[in-house]
């Protein structure tokens, strides 16, 4: 097994450090990337996470990405998942279409919203994700398409938006990470807006700052994503994604 850690690997442990220290609270994981990540937190350093198969059971074990369940745990209907999110047991993260430097999220159309130029999703459960329980974002594909000034349609709340609401937004608003193919970011800033915590290994802060398209919080140190150990790259190739389906969404 080569030690030359991919992107793709990167990625992957910073989607898996966010729920570092989580205690038993339900990982929802949406994308390859990031569902590979819950379950390395789960084998690696966080072992009370829960995990489901994607539907309607919380499972037992870690199977590889596209392999079925051998030890189911628990059955989780609609309304009992929905239960957990209203009170705060979740960590979700979601993809973006777009997302600004509040944080606000798009995942619904591109365009006006009485004359989209492209329908997407929908709305979905994003505004209850984000304001009851910590909601990430992964994105794996960063550019100003996706990181823009203000996004078209507020399907995700930002901090600029929940502030606004008033307390009852803000009580449990929360959102820890964006995790993008150049680097991890966060909010830890005075006004709450974006700031860049770290670079992948063999990306610059020009690179980052040329693929968003909005003023980006730059630290006068910007330090890189951490290494896999070396029993989290054994973890991520041989256990949960020995089929490489990483790689297809972050290309090395």
Request: charged fraction near 20%.
């Amino acid at each position: 097994m080569t030690n030359e850690t991919t992107r793709a690997e990167y990625c992957v442990v910073a989607c898996a450090e966010a729920w570092r220290d989580a205690g038993e609270i339900l990982a929802s994981p949406m994308g390859t990337v990031p569902t590979i990540g819950a379950r390395l937190a789960k084998l690696a350093f966080a072992p009370d996470l829960l995990l489901t198969d994607g539907e309607a059971l919380l499972i037992g074990d870690v199977p590889a990405v596209g392999a079925p369940t051998q030890v189911v745990e628990g059955w989780l209907p609609y309304r009992q998942h929905l239960a957990l999110v209203a009170t705060g047991r979740r960590h979700v993260m979601m993809g973006a279409s777009q997302v600004d430097r509040h944080g606000n999220q798009n995942i619904s159309c591109i365009g006006d919203w009485a004359r989209p130029k492209r329908q997407l999703l929908g709305v979905r459960g994003a505004p209850v994700n984000t304001l009851n329980n910590p909601t990430s974002y992964w994105i794996p594909k960063h550019s100003s398409r996706v990181f823009v000034e203000r996004v078209d349609m507020v399907s995700g709340v930002g901090y600029d938006r929940a502030a606004a609401a008033g307390p009852s937004a803000m009580r449990y608003h929360r959102i820890p990470e964006v995790i993008s193919n150049l680097g991890v970011f966060d909010f830890d800033t005075a006004d709450h807006t974006m700031r860049l915590r770290s670079l992948h290994p063999g990306v610059t802060v020009e690179q980052v700052l040329e693929a968003t398209g909005f003023e980006l919080a730059v630290p006068d140190e910007v330090p890189f994503t951490r290494e896999p150990t070396g029993d989290e790259l054994r973890l991520i190739r041989e256990v949960i994604d020995p089929g490489g389906a990483r790689n297809r969404e972050v290309p090395a």
